[in-house]
């Protein structure tokens, strides 16, 4: 049921613009200054509920 809902998480956190335009930059390293607070507490959430998270 987590999985289920981190997936669901993501789905709707998933960005509409700013999708890779290569395949190279799906390996480069993550920033998140370019997210929303939004866009963060839900990928803060479903990386919680799959246990990938610990908020310290």
Do not use: W
């Amino acid at each position: 049921m987590k999985s289920f809902v981190a997936f669901l998480l993501i789905l709707t956190a998933a960005p509409s613009q700013g999708d890779a335009d290569t395949e190279a930059q799906l390996y480069e390293e993550f920033d998140a200054r370019i997210l929303t607070d939004d866009e963060k507490r839900f990928l803060q959430a479903a990386l919680a509920l799959s246990g990938d998270y610990r908020s310290h």
